[in-house]
């Protein structure tokens, strides 16, 4: 298996290179930038909520800003945007940011942009991911609100960060064959506006011991937390920035 796809699949070798220090270290290279543009790739799927509920913010309507979000991936690729990157100088999720606000102040880029060739390939439409991003920034945005492009920008990309954490250990559970245990303990880590079940509620409705049930919550919380601050390592520079990054994460989602 190559460091790239040791990477995205988890595994713990630290000096596996981020997906942040692949798409930086970015060179001249056909290989180099391949494995850049597969980790790029990935970090899209991520980020791509948080950029379309920014870019609605700037008044465009859904298709167009879906269109918009979609040439903009297809831009980084196109012109290896990623390359010029200095991971030293801020985070992924900045620079991503920052690299879409001259996108959309370029009045050729967005004039252009339903018309430029080979986005919907590179990251093709989800119909779930773009339902999400439309609720939230009609749940969370509000005109006129100081800095509220940004914030909600903050805000969809703690939500979409918690999201592939939540798919991944989905996908964890359903590849063991425990997907109605993962369904019905998922609230531990979600929350909701409901109390918690008791765990006397959950042995009749599961037919487990509480026993095993605590055992189960305790290993699903567990899990929770690493592939949370998995998919954040893969944004940032170092190990030694994830515990700030994530403390950030969590005041944003409790604001």
Same mark, same amino acid.
């Given at each position: 298996? @190559?460091?790239?796809? =040791?990477?995205?699949? *988890?595994?713990d070798d630290p /000096?596996? %290179?981020?997906?942040?220090?692949?798409?930086? $270290?970015?060179?001249?290279?056909?290989?180099?930038?391949?494995?850049?543009?597969?980790?790029?790739?990935?970090?899209?799927?991520?980020?791509?909520?948080?950029?379309?509920?920014?870019?609605?913010?700037?008044?465009?309507?859904?298709?167009?800003?879906?269109?918009?979000?979609?040439?903009?991936?297809a831009h980084l690729?196109?012109?290896?945007?990623?390359?010029?990157?200095?991971?030293?100088?801020?985070?992924?999720?900045?620079?991503?940011?920052?690299?879409?606000?001259?996108?959309?102040?370029?009045?050729? @880029?967005?004039?252009? =942009?339903?018309?430029? *060739?080979?986005?919907?390939? /590179?990251? %093709?439409?989800?119909?779930?991911?773009?339902? $999400?991003?439309?609720?939230?920034?009609?749940?969370?945005?509000?005109?006129?609100?100081?800095?509220?492009?940004?914030?909600?920008?903050?805000?969809?990309?703690?939500?979409?960060?918690?999201?592939?954490?939540?798919?991944?250990?989905?996908?964890?559970?359903?590849?063991?064959?425990?997907?109605?245990?993962?369904?019905?303990?998922?609230?531990?880590?979600?929350?909701?506006?409901?109390?918690?079940?008791?765990?006397?509620?959950?042995?009749?409705?599961?037919g487990l011991p509480?026993?095993?049930?605590?055992?189960?919550?305790?290993?699903?919380?567990?899990?929770?937390?690493?592939?949370?601050?998995?998919?954040?390592?893969?944004?940032?520079?170092?190990?030694?920035?994830?515990?700030?990054?994530?403390?950030?994460?969590?005041?944003?989602?409790?604001?």
């Amino acid at each position: 298996m @190559s460091s790239l796809a =040791a990477t995205l699949h *988890g595994q713990d070798d630290p /000096f596996a %290179p981020t997906h942040w220090s692949v798409i930086v $270290a970015a060179g001249g290279t056909e290989g180099e930038s391949e494995s850049a543009a597969v980790a790029l790739a990935e970090l899209c799927q991520i980020y791509w909520m948080p950029l379309y509920t920014f870019v609605r913010t700037r008044g465009y309507s859904v298709h167009d800003a879906q269109d918009l979000t979609q040439s903009f991936f297809a831009h980084l690729i196109e012109h290896e945007i990623y390359a010029r990157a200095d991971r030293a100088k801020g985070k992924f999720r900045s620079f991503l940011l920052a690299s879409l606000k001259n996108f959309l102040a370029d009045s050729y @880029s967005h004039a252009h =942009a339903v018309k430029r *060739g080979g986005a919907h390939d /590179f990251l %093709p439409l989800d119909e779930g991911r773009t339902e $999400a991003a439309e609720s939230l920034f009609q749940t969370h945005f509000e005109i006129g609100e100081p800095n509220g492009e940004d914030r909600l920008f903050e805000r969809s990309w703690a939500a979409a960060l918690v999201g592939a954490g939540l798919e991944r250990l989905a996908a964890e559970y359903e590849a063991e064959g425990k997907q109605n245990v993962f369904q019905q303990l998922k609230v531990f880590l979600t929350g909701s506006a409901d109390p918690l079940p008791s765990y006397d509620e959950l042995v009749e409705k599961m037919g487990l011991p509480a026993s095993t049930l605590r055992s189960h919550v305790t290993r699903l919380r567990m899990r929770y937390r690493e592939l949370l601050r998995a998919e954040v390592r893969q944004t940032l520079a170092s190990e030694a920035e994830v515990d700030g990054e994530l403390h950030e994460l969590f005041r944003v989602l409790s604001s």
